[in-house]
């Protein structure tokens, strides 16, 4: 398939980060991975990896990661990038298969057997599923999935059974947030079978004002329907946020000023900052960014969110072994330097 993108879709770049396609898949006759011997673990690596590098299928170059290989820290670097889940980092036999853009990677040997990832920044959903969704027929022609004719592809959690597909997109809720609306959305989402969860997934806190949004189920619904749904949600999302932004800009603009500048003061001052501390107040600055009463650079404040994180933040210094007020410090030059660049 080709790229669905539409200029439409770039331009709810206010509001969505990024969108995310995940498919999970399994090898027929064998266990799920927490149950799989060593061997066999090494075996679905090894069939992965000749599968992607298959000079035949024109697939921009992938690189190998094993969990066995790496640090503590790079762990939580590569779930702080979205590239890995927790749970794989567990996995002493896992192995993860990440694009030289880290757009996508292919975890192995996680929850499932493979799961195919493909993030792309701001609105396009359509476009993370055909590229997900390529990676997935060439596997497929190499691999036999655990398919069955009624239910679907079998997954090791019963609720990601059917497509086997998990669609979101992240998004920037700072109004909606402030205004204490966000509990009442989950739950009127939910009715619908539709989840809001916080930065990295299920289990997590919403730092920044960032929300996914994504589909709780996968079984008897089409790929493209799961896509429609989120599209439609995120779109009614967005037009609630957006417009409860210039409903405070229109009544309260002093009020709105005043917190948004405050942040940038504390941001471009402060001497040591926590990273919860730092992502409320870049979520402001990002506010003030879109509704241009700060000049800053909103992909740049993107790449601030994402950076500023532990583990990622720790391998620009190259170092691991940094006490948490050493890394509040460094975080808190990196921020003044960014932002300061960009005024």
């Given at each position: 398939m080709g790229c669905n993108m539409s200029k439409n879709e770039y331009k709810e770049k206010d509001i969505v980060i990024s969108s995310?396609?995940?498919?999970?898949?399994?090898?027929?006759?064998?266990?799920?991975?927490?149950?799989?011997?060593?061997?066999?673990?090494?075996d679905i690596v090894e069939v992965v990896e000749k599968s992607i590098n298959d000079k035949n299928n024109n697939l921009t170059p992938f690189n190998k990661i094993k969990v066995e290989d790496i640090t503590a820290n790079n762990k939580k670097m590569l779930v702080e990038k979205h590239l890995t889940s927790p749970e794989w980092g567990r996995n002493d036999h896992a192995a993860v298969f990440i694009r030289e853009d880290e757009r996508v990677s292919i975890m192995v040997n996680e929850e499932d057997h493979i799961r195919i990832q493909c993030i792309l920044d701001g609105f396009q959903l359509n476009y993370a599923y055909d590229i997900a969704n390529e990676i997935d027929d060439l596997l497929e022609e190499e691999i036999r999935y655990a398919f069955d004719e009624k239910y679907g592809y079998l997954t090791a959690c019963p609720s990601n059974v059917g497509t086997g597909m998990r669609a979101s997109v992240m998004l920037h809720l700072p109004s909606l947030t402030l205004s204490n609306q966000m509990n009442n959305l989950m739950q009127t989402l939910a009715r619908f079978g539709i989840t809001i969860r916080g930065i990295y997934g299920e289990g997590t806190q919403a730092m920044g004002d960032l929300y996914q949004i994504s589909n709780q189920t996968t079984l008897g619904i089409k790929e493209q329907d799961i896509i429609s749904n989120i599209h439609s949600v995120a779109k009614e999302i967005i037009k609630r946020e957006r417009d409860l932004r210039y409903e405070v800009l229109n009544n309260n603009k002093t009020y709105l000023e005043d917190k948004i500048f405050r942040a940038l003061g504390t941001l471009t001052n402060a001497r040591t900052i926590s990273v919860e501390e730092s992502m409320k107040l870049i979520s402001l600055v990002r506010l003030g960014t879109d509704l241009e009463l700060i000049d800053q650079d909103i992909k740049k404040i993107n790449d601030l969110m994402i950076t500023i994180?532990?583990?990622?933040?720790?391998?620009?210094?190259?170092?691991?072994?940094?006490?948490?007020?050493?890394?509040?410090?460094?975080?808190?030059?990196?921020?003044?330097?960014?932002?300061?660049?960009?005024?």
């Amino acid at each position: 398939m080709g790229c669905n993108m539409s200029k439409n879709e770039y331009k709810e770049k206010d509001i969505v980060i990024s969108s995310r396609v995940r498919l999970a898949r399994n090898i027929r006759n064998l266990p799920f991975p927490i149950y799989l011997q060593s061997d066999s673990a090494k075996d679905i690596v090894e069939v992965v990896e000749k599968s992607i590098n298959d000079k035949n299928n024109n697939l921009t170059p992938f690189n190998k990661i094993k969990v066995e290989d790496i640090t503590a820290n790079n762990k939580k670097m590569l779930v702080e990038k979205h590239l890995t889940s927790p749970e794989w980092g567990r996995n002493d036999h896992a192995a993860v298969f990440i694009r030289e853009d880290e757009r996508v990677s292919i975890m192995v040997n996680e929850e499932d057997h493979i799961r195919i990832q493909c993030i792309l920044d701001g609105f396009q959903l359509n476009y993370a599923y055909d590229i997900a969704n390529e990676i997935d027929d060439l596997l497929e022609e190499e691999i036999r999935y655990a398919f069955d004719e009624k239910y679907g592809y079998l997954t090791a959690c019963p609720s990601n059974v059917g497509t086997g597909m998990r669609a979101s997109v992240m998004l920037h809720l700072p109004s909606l947030t402030l205004s204490n609306q966000m509990n009442n959305l989950m739950q009127t989402l939910a009715r619908f079978g539709i989840t809001i969860r916080g930065i990295y997934g299920e289990g997590t806190q919403a730092m920044g004002d960032l929300y996914q949004i994504s589909n709780q189920t996968t079984l008897g619904i089409k790929e493209q329907d799961i896509i429609s749904n989120i599209h439609s949600v995120a779109k009614e999302i967005i037009k609630r946020e957006r417009d409860l932004r210039y409903e405070v800009l229109n009544n309260n603009k002093t009020y709105l000023e005043d917190k948004i500048f405050r942040a940038l003061g504390t941001l471009t001052n402060a001497r040591t900052i926590s990273v919860e501390e730092s992502m409320k107040l870049i979520s402001l600055v990002r506010l003030g960014t879109d509704l241009e009463l700060i000049d800053q650079d909103i992909k740049k404040i993107n790449d601030l969110m994402i950076t500023i994180q532990p583990g990622i933040l720790l391998s620009l210094y190259d170092t691991a072994d940094l006490q948490s007020f050493d890394v509040d410090k460094l975080r808190a030059n990196f921020i003044r330097k960014s932002l300061i660049k960009n005024t």
